[in-house]
DNA sequence: GATGAATGAGTGTTCATTCAT
DNA sequence: CATGAATGAACACTCATTCAT
């Protein structure tokens, strides 16, 4: 998956990984190749032998995780579901599991999504409209508008649709750095996307 | 407005200003205190003589735009309205105008909204939370819960709406990021804002 | 005594007191203009009005206040004593009990002793110079040589007599620092001081 | 001796001496980080590199040397010596020697010695605290009491040859920074350290 | 006389990047 | 291939002194 020149795979692995998690605590300025070394336990200049700058090494992080990321939707998700609830509902729970399972990765994703640091951000949008394109749009592009009530613009009940869940996860993300995720609230959280689709359902659908 | 000890009216403005503008196309990290006095034209010593650190600067700045801006929507909004669409239509439409107006103003305000350095997140939240208390939960507190459809979650209905006019605000100025906003295109999002309004209002009130 | 041109009595006082402590606390170099001014509540203006300069204030203070305190040892001692150990004694306790009264005066004669600034150093060694000239070798010139032993070089054993007080005094400041003065331990101090005489006396003595 | 990741052994000692050098001459306080690349003709970049902070040179500066002049006193002490003169004329000349080959050393541990800067005053006591009682206290641990007269507090008459010294040597010090040491005054030095060895000894043993 | 706003060189420290080994 | 020593510009912040009011 990595564009590896000659790469040793388990030193890969331990920048990645040290990477990922250095710029998902801190932002793409805050977080110092000094740390990302440290915590991976390499040289400096291994690091910048094989990614040749700080930027680079952000970005294409951040193309290969968004990669991995559409890649796990796009298998785990049930490619002929045509109801956008199932899909949404679909996204946001392997999104949830894959926060359970490697946090700084959605961490990581996360804060690409707001970088403001002028030295990748044109380098985030680009692969993200690449990505998109290929990916995410097609999630959304064959959704049944036959469900929807007469005289409902769907394009725009989807994007309701999309900003509820996007809105909601923020909302849960922001409360999860005060308090830790335990199994209580997962179902709480669970039973609570329950009822936006329940409300948004008996909105928009016949 | 600007708790300033003596400081020369016309000097505080030229700071401000420039550290608004600073702030806002940088984010706290990445401002420099060299490039707001050398954007202010001032020396580097009176910044420090009136705001104690960069910190207080950011929060001293932060705390008096939000008030500005709440006080904006507190005195343009009719306090009578009690149809939800009515007061986020108000809102949106301000927010608007003074993003013609102060462009930086608002940006500044958007960027603190998702700013992340740990210097400044805490003290953020606490204005944030004492400004949300006093004026912001006000807004929303009054809302005329008979006209939505029996069987709705109206707290839910609201969150949705609310969500559904941030996304709408974030898309725009994700685009105006590379279109320059002009006469055509108000015209445009202020139709765009109806329809959003219109379709919800079919779906959520009677 | 303060050589004021048209100095508010008042005010003088106040930086007067300020500044003794000011530089006691933190020496000359780390002792910031701005700490004297808040410290005596005046402007900073006016400290450089009177004084002219950080090393102009510091120098004055510390003439006026070695005079000062010379004048007390002048006048509680008595002139005709003759036996060093009388007058160090004397000395020691006039120093013991000024320290109880003005704590920062002592500290801060002490601090200027063994200060470092090259801004000050010439001038306090001149000040000390004329000083010690004028009245603390006077102290010395006067003793009584014929209680010490044959065969004793006086001028040596005088030498030793001072740098022993000298060494206790600094073991009791530096002791100090931990532990806060209070009656018991006067009371011991006064013991060991005479401890040491006696040892003295019955070494050089007849 | 120094604790040297990596260090080229010639700037490493180009940094010791430099920083030695303008500590010894400023304090710590004074002292710049600036000037002590300059003298040493490093960037500054570097300083940083080995030692992380201004406060953890000098610390490392004063327990690297005090160990080096304990050692020295170790080594060419004899330690069977059980009489106090000859162990402190010993240290004398010790010291006096390595005044001639190194004064900043010297003058570097002496202004560690009345340091007042906060930032290290507990760091220095710390080392000293380590390093007096593995040594030093050894030095006087085993006089010979003995040869003192009937009825003499040996511990006080040890503290007051050991005050004796010190001022002697203070004094010196003081002049020296006027005069410079040559060879006429060492022999002075030499002779008048024991005119007061001679007295005491005079005055304390049987 | 009295104020405190204003200056700008100076401080300790950080950091992406390079390069000799 | 791999290391980490080395660089130097940039950073936030301080301070004695001046001067318009």
Do not use: C
Request: a negative charge.
């Amino acid at each position: 998956m990595f564009r590896s020149l000659n790469m040793d795979p388990e030193k890969e692995d331990r920048i990645i990984k040290a990477a990922t998690k250095v710029f998902a605590e801190n932002g793409y300025q805050r977080a110092s190749t000094n740390a990302i070394v440290k915590e991976a336990g390499v040289s400096k200049g291994i690091l910048f032998h094989y990614f040749n700058s700080k930027k680079e090494l952000y970005l294409t992080l951040y193309e290969d995780l968004s990669e991995l990321f559409a890649e796990k939707i796009y298998n785990q998700l049930d490619s002929e579901e045509r109801d956008i609830f199932e899909i949404i509902r679909g996204v946001s729970i392997i999104k949830f599991e894959m926060f359970s399972m490697y946090p700084d990765l959605i961490n990581f994703l996360n804060s690409a999504f707001q970088e403001e640091a002028p030295e990748v951000k044109e380098g985030i949008d680009q692969i993200k409209g690449a990505l998109t394109d290929s990916s995410f749009t097609k999630l959304f592009s064959n959704i049944d508008a036959t469900k929807f009530r007469e005289g409902i613009d769907v394009g725009k009940a989807i994007q309701i649709i999309y900003w509820t869940f996007e809105g909601f996860a923020n909302q849960q993300q922001a409360k999860a750095r005060t308090i830790s995720v335990n199994e209580l609230n997962k179902e709480e959280i669970l039973a609570e996307i329950n009822s936006y689709t329940e409300l948004l359902k008996k909105s928009f659908y016949k």
